[in-house]
């Protein structure tokens, strides 16, 4: 449930953060400090975003799927998200803007097939969206989940 | 036919596109379609009829054969547009 992974703790907002790099570490933070990723975890997914190509991460309307491969230091499954405001350029490609920063632990596991078929209906979700795009508060993020078992 | 998802993990990006085909299919109302994903390592140009990738790894996937490229990989509507477009080159009738 992505209600479980997204707990209020996990949620974060940040002005001015002024570049993606920032963004990925702000984001990785409460992964790492309950031992969900390891720091690898964040340098593997700083990595993959610097790479040619890194910015397929973006899956559009200013979201970005910040996610690397489990053995690069995924210790259970996680979700976290930031807000950051204004958008800054993911790789530091214009092209790219992001407002919403998800960093996506998966381990390949049944459960990230559940998680992933959750994430994939939220954010095909117009109205979803809106509210994930426009959470001020961690209440507003949770508040758009359950919204989906409606959905389903 | 087979439409696979591709990405540079094969476990993000991918997924969620591979879902969002599935999705589109049930929408046109089309069975017997197979979808996968898979990370841009470990495919060839055998390996599905069609693939589906991101504007960003347009390029790498040159040469994986008919090579549709989406610019969200969570706008529906554009996705929905793209699956049945690539229905019709591979002679699959859409109902809808």
Known sequence: ?152 | MKILAVCSTGLGSSFMTHLNIDKALKTLGVSGVEVDHADLGSVSADSADAVFVGRDIAEAAQGLGDVVVLDSLIDQNEIQTKVAATLERHGIEVPS
């Open chain 1, 1 to 152: 449930m992505l209600t479980e992974l997204l707990t209020p703790d996990r949620i974060r907002f940040a002005d001015d953060v002024g570049s993606w790099r920032t963004a990925i570490t702000l984001v990785s933070e409460p992964l790492v400090t309950d031992g969900t990723i390891t720091t690898d975890y964040v340098d593997a997914v700083t990595e993959s975003i610097a790479a040619p190509g890194g910015t397929y991460i973006d899956l559009g309307f200013g979201f970005a799927l910040a996610h690397a491969r489990p053995e690069r230091g995924v210790v259970r499954p996680g979700l976290s998200y930031l807000r950051v405001r204004p958008a800054v350029d993911l790789a530091d490609d214009p092209a790219h803007p992001i407002d919403v920063f998800l960093l996506l632990a998966a381990t390949g596991s049944a459960e990230h097939v559940q998680t992933m078929q959750e994430l994939a209906m939220l954010l095909t979700d117009e109205d979803a969206r809106t509210r994930l795009l426009e959470a001020v508060s961690p209440a507003d993020v949770t508040s758009a989940l359950p919204q989906i078992g409606q959905n389903a």
